[in-house]
Every structure is written in C-alpha cells, then in structure tokens.
C-alpha cells in the first residue's frame, strides 16, 4: 500500500492522466507533429512510459521502455489509413483505481490504455469522437469501393468507336480521371478530423 502511494505521489504510477491543453507544449509527443501542416494536439493522455498522443491527423504514440529509461519509439498512425474501430470504455469498479479505454487500428495490435477513473468524464468524449471517427472511415471507404462499379458502369454505356477523334478521348480520359481521384482521394478520404473532435471535446 505504501508503495502504491509513494508511486503515485512522484508521478510513476502506470495510471494515465489526461493532460489540460494548456500543458500540451511540454509533452514529448508535442515535438513530433507536422505543424507545418496545421496538425494539432486535441486530447493527451500520458502515464509514466507512454503517450497518447489523439491530433487532428493522427494518433502519436511515445512509447517507452520503462519508467526510468529515456528510450523511447515514436509511432505515428494517421487516420486516413489506419481505421479506428471497436472503441469501448470499461468503468472502474469499487476498489479501482481506473478506467480503461480500448479500441483497435487497423494493421495494429490493439490499444487498452489505464486512465485515473477520476477522470472517467473527459474519457467518455475522446470515446465519442473515436466512434465517431471510426464510423466515417467506414462509410468512406465503402464510397469509395463504389467508385470503380460505377466507373465501369459509365465505360459499358460508350463505345471506342464512337469518339470524333483521339484528343477528344484523350480529354473525356482525363476529365473521368479526375473526377474519379477527387471522388476517392479527397471527397471520400478524409484526413483532417479536427472538426471531429473540436464537436465532442469539451474545451
């Protein structure tokens, strides 16, 4: 017991803290985003070896070693390929001392992170904005599956033979292709979810 408590009086328990904004500039993950590219930090949770690092673009993770190793892997999952799902939140019981959040990226093995169960109100809006998050990406990449039935679709209704001349294939070929990319690439892949986040997190 006395342990425990000396721990989490020096700042070394293994418990995440979410860290206030006005704080977010003295985080080690602070030093690894794109701010050339607007990214920004929106939600922080920290223990002793890691960080939860949930921006605009991407989730940081500063992972360390161990409490008392200055090591540390930095690894980045941009949302616009790493999809979020199964996002849940188990609440601490009588005798606990936290909550945990858990979702899974894909390709990546899944996240539980332990965070002060004091802290259970704030935890409950990063909950909403990754369902939230989680969910667009699914509805964009089916849009995106539907992007090339369709493309085949319009293809059957022309025939080659029916173009004036091969500038005018040339550009009625360039033309679609746009259309598609914009289609795929932009409307229906989004990158930036700070819109996201700024409708959940409370400032």
């Known amino acids: 017991m006395f342990k425990r408590l000396a721990s989490e009086a020096l700042g070394l328990s293994d418990l995440g803290i979410i860290v ?3 704080d977010y500039d003295k985080v080690d993950a602070d030093d690894y985003l794109f701010h050339e ?10 223990s002793k070896k890691d960080e939860y690092c949930f921006t605009n673009l991407a989730l940081i993770h500063v992972d360390g070693d161990s409490a008392v190793s200055s090591k540390r892997a930095i690894r980045r999952y941009d949302y616009s ?10 609440t601490a019981g009588t005798i606990d001392r936290d909550v945990e959040l858990k979702f899974t990226l894909l390709d990546v093995p899944a996240f539980s992170i ?4 004091n802290q259970l109100e704030q935890l409950k809006d990063i909950y909403k904005a990754l369902h939230t998050i989680g969910r667009i990406q699914h509805r964009n990449a089916q849009a995106r599956e539907n992007v090339l ?6 293809g059957a209704m022309h025939k080659i033979t029916e173009v004036e001349s091969e500038a005018t294939l040339v550009k009625h070929y360039q033309a679609l292709l746009h259309a598609v990319n914009t289609m795929a690439l932009d409307r229906y892949h989004k990158r930036d979810f700070g819109d996201v986040f700024e409708k959940y997190l409370r400032s």
């Open 37 to 46: 590219d607007n990214e920004k930090i929106y939600f922080l949770i920290k």
């Open 114 to 117: 332990d965070v002060r169960k």
């Open 149 to 154: 039935p369709c493309l085949q679709a319009l």
């Open 20 to 22: 206030s904004p006005q």
């Open 81 to 90: 390929h790493h999809f979020i799902d199964n996002v849940s939140i188990e």
